[in-house]
């Protein structure tokens, strides 16, 4: 829904990148980092190990201490926490920190850009024509970067190092209704499948265009695509609910309860625990 | 895809955990609605139907459209979800869409799912149907007005949404700031965060989520008009009555309550209600006796809306008005049922 402001994918050697190589390459672009992110979650690291329950409740208890510290140092600890995380959890560091400070510029950055200067304080850097840095302009801007960066980071680990299925189990404990986490493993299924689609839709689009569309032309392909994407999954959705009804479906989810708390698991939610509270108790 | 920074996706970090928090709070009724909405009009039907909705809103925020100029841009199919769905459905399919999002491609924040799902899978939806609905009249599902009316509504919607973006990035500053005043969250107070992020929207996002749902709507009419009557059609005239005004009530309450925090950003003390000092800075030489008495007779409960458990006074100030309408909503049921105690439910009430 935004305009996009940089290339998705560092290797943009085409002048003008049509609308459908851009969603093409988008798409697989989602492939990828799917299949990256499921291969990393089977290895033998650290939070791969924990049960997904404390993982989960870890993360959001550890981005509430981000949230509420009003002091920076304590951010960027908490930082350096999800930086050893990553490093225990078998997380490429190259990508860990390039995923989340390559894209910090462009977004978070030019945002933040103007409080250096309109915020008001006392002076901390005169520049030329006129320009003023304040103290609390820098303290504001470095807030920002360094919170949504800690809670980027933390968000990624818990992406990278959970299955997608047990992440899903593990939503039972925050009392999410069977149904939702339901439609939520369903939809996760079927948008690789609807992703199948739509790439061959665009690749047998692209297969036959010859010469430039006019952007009014382009407009109207991407709407039938979508048109005819929504008439199958409509379609689709009527299919899957005989199946479903075939199997015995009775509109009450049952999920198999797997998960047993180890000796571990209590371990890392002390540690955790403690870690939050230090984070919070320091930061007020 | 993994954090690619989308505007009114909003990642952690812009908004205060108590922010996050209480847009959640605001969710519940509207989640809740949904799937009730859901068990009555389509039952079991309904859950690959919305499973599939989702995926299909998901990938249509990957669509990269063609905007005149060379450049793309991303819709979010909101109001085309409504259109077909109806917008209580349409906040269900929506919201898991941008859970999964964020769960999994690191798109907009986690603590913020709350503030992402009020914006683009509750006011988008409900103000584009509106609109639609409005627009489109008593017309025929295939008439040409309709695809201006998805086209309008779609643009009025998202450019709503990204004002209640603004207003939620424009109170964080004034909420939440450090000793010397630097803000802690979101930097930039309403008079620039409104603008900042509604001008862009209506030039840009809006335009394309317009243009996108009139274009899918005209393709729809062409091919497959069943779909674009699926609310309409299930016994609407006699369903569509009376909940569908107390729905609107509800939405409007919860504008109210988002709106709550401009109170606070309104200087001085509300006319009439000074107190002794303040009526002494006003440039009153002395304070009448009577009013110096009587002012410490009457304490309420939660002076100056200042719930000392929460600590913070603006995380209480949004507290007392929660609290507020609760109290108030408790108070006009009980009054209902004394009142209605006796008399026969009206028949529409019962399912």
Same mark, same amino acid.
């Given at each position: ?8 994918? !560092? ?23 799917? *299949? ?7 290895? !033998? ?25 009003? +002091? ?9 926490v999800a930086l050893i995380l990553a490093r225990l959890s078998l997380v490429p ?20 850009? !103007? ?31 360094? /919170? ?8 990624? =680990? ?9 992440? =899903? ?5 925050? /009392?999410? !209704? ?20 739509? +790439? ?9 265009? *010859? ?35 075939? /199997?015995?479906?009775? +509109? ?33 | ?10 990642p952690d970090g812009y908004l205060s955990p108590a922010t996050c928090l209480v ?26 139907? &919305?499973?599939?909705?989702? $995926? ?27 259109? &077909? ?8 399919? &929506? ?6 999002? $964020? ?39 295939? #008439? ?19 004002? @209640? ?48 749902? $009139? ?25 569509? #009555? ?35 000092n303040q009526l002494t800075s006003r440039g009153l030489s002395s304070v009448p ?30 507290? #007392? ?13 009980? @009054? ?16």
């Amino acid at each position: 829904m935004t305009v996009d402001s940089q290339p998705k994918t !560092p290797a943009h050697s085409h002048k003008r990148n049509g609308f459908i190589e851009r969603t093409l390459s988008d798409i697989s672009h989602t492939f990828e980092q799917s *299949v990256f992110a499921e291969e990393l979650a089977r290895q !033998p690291g650290l939070l791969q190990a924990i049960d997904p329950r404390v993982k989960v409740l870890s993360l959001i208890a550890l981005l509430i201490a981000v949230g509420l510290s009003r +002091n920076l140092p304590v951010i960027v600890g908490l930082y350096g926490v999800a930086l050893i995380l990553a490093r225990l959890s078998l997380v490429p560091m190259g990508f860990f920190v390039k995923r989340v400070w390559l894209f910090m510029p462009f977004f978070t950055g030019v945002i933040a850009l !103007p409080a250096l200067f309109i915020t008001p304080g006392p002076p901390l850097v005169q520049l030329p024509f006129g320009l003023v840095i304040t103290q609390t302009g820098a303290q504001t801007a470095l807030f920002l970067l360094m /919170r949504v960066s800690t809670s980027v980071s933390l968000g990624i =680990l818990l992406i990278l190092t959970t299955q997608w299925n047990t992440l =899903l189990k593990a939503l039972g404990v925050l /009392r999410i !209704p069977d149904v939702f986490v339901l439609i939520l493993g369903m939809t996760y299924r079927y948008i690789y499948l609807l992703l199948h689609t739509t +790439n061959d839709m665009f690749l047998s689009r692209k297969s036959r265009v *010859v010469g430039r569309l006019s952007s009014a032309e382009e407009r109207r392909i991407i709407a039938a695509s979508a048109g005819t994407l929504l008439s199958k999954s409509l379609h689709l959705s009527s299919e899957v609910y005989l199946a479903m009804q075939s /199997r015995g479906f009775r +509109n009450t989810p049952r999920t198999m309860d797997t998960f047993k708390m180890r000796g571990s698991d209590w371990v890392a939610s002390g540690i955790v625990a403690g870690i939050v509270i230090v984070a919070i108790w320091l930061g007020r | 895809m993994l954090y690619s920074p989308q505007y009114m996706h909003i990642p952690d970090g812009y908004l205060s955990p108590a922010t996050c928090l209480v847009m959640l709070l605001l969710m519940l009724p509207f989640w809740y609605r949904g799937v009730q909405k859901m068990r009555q009009t389509m039952n079991a039907r309904s859950v690959p139907l &919305i499973a599939l909705l989702a $995926a299909f809103s998901f990938i249509i925020m990957m669509f990269n459209v063609p905007l005149p100029g060379g450049t793309t841009g991303h819709a979010v199919a909101g109001a085309l979800a409504a259109i &077909i769905l109806g917008p209580e459905i349409a906040t269900i399919a &929506i919201s898991i869409a941008l859970i999964i999002q $964020a769960l999994l491609f690191g798109d907009g924040g986690i603590l913020a799912i709350g503030a992402n799902c009020f914006n683009m899978a509750v006011v988008l939806p409900y103000i584009s149907y509106a609109v639609y609905r409005a627009l489109s009249g008593k017309t025929a599902v295939t #008439s040409r007005r309709r695809v201006v009316a998805a086209g309008v509504g779609g643009w009025v919607g998202l450019t709503v949404a990204s004002f @209640f973006a603004g207003v939620e990035f424009g109170i964080q500053p004034f909420l939440y700031h450090t000793a010397s005043g630097a803000p802690l969250y979101a930097p930039y107070p309403l008079s620039i965060s409104i603008p900042a992020m509604v001008i862009p929207h209506m030039l840009v996002a809006s335009v394309i989520e317009g243009v996108v749902t $009139a274009l899918i709507v005209a393709y729809l009419q062409r091919s497959n008009p069943a779909v674009l009557e699926m609310v309409e059609k299930p016994g609407a005239a006699v369903e569509a #009555s009376k909940p569908r005004r107390l729905a609107w009530l509800w939405v409007g309450l919860a504008v109210l309550i988002v709106a709550v925090p401009l109170g606070l950003l309104a200087p001085g003390t509300a006319w009439g209600e000074w107190n002794s000092n303040q009526l002494t800075s006003r440039g009153l030489s002395s304070v009448p006796q009577g009013l110096a008495q009587l002012e410490g007779l009457w304490q309420a409960p939660m002076s100056g809306y200042d719930a000392s458990v929460a600590g913070n006074s603006n995380v209480a100030y949004i507290l #007392s008005a929660v609290l507020g309408v609760i109290l108030i909503a408790v108070v006009v049921w009980l @009054f209902t049922r004394v009142v209605t105690v006796g008399k026969p439910a009206p028949a529409s009430s019962k399912q």
